[in-house]
């Protein structure tokens, strides 16, 4: 088939969407398939620069300084390599590539893509609704407070909190609060241009509707597990240790620091419990083709449902492949899944609308 794969943009996810992009692009080539990458911000890339960002993989830090001024992914819709494509496979994390702008621009055009829809994508993305459904549904999630400052947050949920952006992934300014020493120094690094960074991402993912751009969420002490979803099926649970007390952007991208054990060391019970859950919460968020689900399972055995991924990262030490691989699916047979599920939803959709 040829496939188009959407990579790079303007998000502050950008360096993972570079790499996680070119290894699907090189994964799907070995399945055979006709590829051709391409970034809404520098267009399409060749050979070269596919291979200078493999060897590259993702920097140690996100970018500090973004601006989607001037980049829309709306053009994409017109451009000839998507037009005559069997299916776009979106690898554009962050931003308006999982927020469901570009899922809704490509269903305007009636162009097949990998992945969830316009809806699933934008229920996920906002950590906040996310949390709400998964509340009114009887899923346990920790407490939580959107809040413009960390004291009201306090206040009302106290400490230690754990805080990060209603929209966003890659654990991009994610920070626990642990006590109010803590706190007075993460103000004073922001007033001093030390955290002028995640001010940044926060001003830049602020609602127009005025909803504050942070999260504020009860700590909760435990095991960190994530179930990855393909199809209809949950992959083998798998268990991060972290070398960080969280799974931070440089712990999930950066070689040697977490064990990510899959199958989990649990047992099955456990392992049905959260493979049970996640396909729930897979369903309830609106998700298809594929997806992960983080839990966080406390002392009491209790899980706690974090947060689920309607576009989870795909480079060499993402979660989702890692899952794959444990269920004896290799990287170029998980794409090669992936973008067959889209074109057979199409064609079922064809077949549908015949007389």
Not at 272 to 287: S, Y
Request: glycine share 12%; hydrophobic share 40%.
């Amino acid at each position: 088939m040829r496939v188009v794969v959407l990579l790079g943009g303007v998000s502050e996810e950008r360096e993972v969407s570079l790499a996680s992009g070119c290894q699907v692009a090189d994964a799907l080539r070995q399945s055979g398939h006709d590829v051709v990458a391409v970034d809404p911000a520098d267009g399409t890339l060749n050979r070269r620069d596919e291979e200078e960002i493999l060897a590259t993989g993702v920097r140690l830090l996100p970018p500090g300084e973004i601006t989607d001024e001037g980049v829309s992914v709306a053009p994409l819709t017109t451009r000839e390599e998507i037009l005559d494509a069997d299916v776009v496979f979106p690898a554009l994390h962050g931003g308006m590539g999982e927020d469901g702008t570009l899922q809704g621009l490509l269903d305007i055009g009636g162009i097949t893509y990998a992945g969830s829809g316009m809806l699933g994508c934008a229920l996920s993305m906002d950590k906040d609704v996310t949390k709400r459904l998964l509340r009114d549904a009887g899923i346990p999630t920790p407490g939580w407070l959107v809040s413009p400052t960390a004291d009201n947050a306090i206040q009302q949920l106290g400490l230690p909190l754990i805080a990060k952006p209603v929209a966003g992934g890659s654990s991009v300014g994610l920070c626990l609060l642990r006590d109010y020493e803590g706190v007075e120094k993460v103000i004073a690094e922001e007033e001093s241009g030390v955290g002028e960074q995640l001010g940044q991402l926060a001003a830049r993912i602020e609602t127009d509707s005025g909803v504050p751009a942070m999260m504020y969420e009860v700590f909760v002490a435990g095991r960190e597990f994530t179930v990855g979803i393909m199809g209809s099926e949950a992959l083998p649970v798998g268990e991060i240790i972290s070398a960080h007390e969280l799974f931070d952007y440089e712990c999930k991208y950066q070689s040697g620091m977490a064990d990510e054990v899959f199958p989990a060391d649990i047992s099955d019970g456990l392992a049905r419990t959260l493979q049970e859950r996640a396909l729930e919460v897979h369903r309830l968020l609106r998700l298809r083709d594929f997806s992960r689900v983080d839990f966080i399972v406390d002392e009491g055995g209790k899980a706690w449902c974090l947060e689920a991924n309607a576009l989870p990262g795909m480079t060499g030490n993402s979660l989702l492949p890692k899952a794959a691989w444990a269920a004896g699916i290799s990287f170029p047979e998980l794409c090669d899944c992936i973008v067959r599920m889209a074109a057979d939803r199409t064609s079922a959709t064809d077949q549908s609308l015949l007389p």
